[in-house]
């Protein structure tokens, strides 16, 4: 098959690009952005070529993919659409590939990404799998019958999924601009959960635990409360190391020394020992795959210049900011922490305008800068703004890539750099000032 993928920088589409070429298919891309993005490695690595100009020409036989990101009006489509190719929306596509191979969907509002990539390191050890990751990594074989989905709620994409074994993470309040409220998300989660002859839940999530079950699933709860199936106890969060013991239905599992940091990155690695268990891998693969396990792109990744540490992060909700403090205070219990935020969507920022508010104002030292957002037009947000934000923030300031410069006298500290959008050009001009 001949694939033409609308928005091809984007991580889903990345990643789903990297997935199509490894199962044999040609991958063509189109891209408005001009900039670099750290989803161009694995294109580059598998000679993917990306337009950006409506030179590229395809023949009719092609199959036009395109980001939910791209308007229906762009130019784009509206070019390849006189040409009467087939078009196909990315999360239908995705959804085929979840009819072809065994899927495991992890899911859930936060962790989805490390969750998904501990479960694809440990299960592509025993069996070889297939993987969709929302950090833009994707892989497939035709020899592979097990496809590691990360299934994304936003827009209700991942409804196209039809997976065998469902892992929710947590179930949170977001992506207001798609769904009413709480109950209106879960209702959602249920639909796909009903789906799944295995669930694999977060026992100590209030909203997962109003999930309806069926008879006839296996259903296992993970969690630090002890009512779970599968336990964490002795847990110590110290500046090496999460250090912890599992106890799997009572009884003694297994001792993991992981080199992350948080008590979310310890509850992702149990939502992995759980699937790891119903897959029946051995538990040395399993510790040995964790315990070498070093995040996801753009979760947690560290740079140190100097004295001064630099945290890029895609922390864009208030749960997954205050996930990011969480971490940065176990490693670094000595170092002052700033955050440097960049929000996502006027909608987002006006909905948790006070929750983020609330988490900033726990940092020593917030930057905010100004919103971005391509599919919102910021006249039906009159009083949303990056200005707002700051005034309800202790220590808050505003900045840019022009006021860059503000930040070095925050050397020796830690600097977290959070957002789902591109915030990598003001990461590496900080770094400028600092060398």
Known sequence: MKYYLIGIKGSGMSALAGLLYDLGNEVVGYDDSLEYKFTLEGLKKRGIEVYHDGSFIPSNDFIVCYSNAINKEHKEIKRLEKLNLKMIRYQDLIGSLTHEFETISVSGTHGKTTTSLMISDILDKKYGTNYFVGDGRGHGDLKNKLFVLESCEYNKHFLEYYPKTLVVTNIDLEHTECY???????????????????????????????????????????????????????????????????????????????????????????????????????????????????????????????????IDDYAHHPTEIRSVLNSVRQKYPDKEVVAVFLPNTYSRTKDFMDDFAKVLSEFDYSYVMDIKCDREDPKDYPNVSSDTLISKIKNGNKVSLETVDVLKKHHGDVICFMSCANITPMIEAFKKTLN
Request: net charge negative; charged share 30%; with cysteine.
């Open 180 to 310: 009413k409220d709480i109950d209106d998300i879960i209702l959602n989660f249920n639909i796909l959960a009903e789906r799944a002859d295995n669930l694999v839940l977060c026992g100590d999530d209030k909203n997962v635990l109003k999930l309806k079950t069926k008879e006839n699933q296996n259903v296992y709860y993970y969690g630090v409360e002890d009512n779970n199936d599968l336990v964490v106890k002795n847990l110590d969060l110290n500046t090496r190391c999460s250090s912890f013991d599992v106890y799997f239905k009572g009884e003694f599992f297994d001792h993991y020394e992981i080199p992350l940091f948080g008590i979310h990155m310890v509850l992702d690695s149990l939502a992995a020992i759980m699937v790891s268990i119903i897959y029946k891998v051995d538990k040395e693969v399993i510790k040995t795959e964790l315990n070498k396990f070093h995040g996801a792109t753009r979760r947690f990744n560290e740079t140190k210049i100097g004295d001064t540490m630099i």
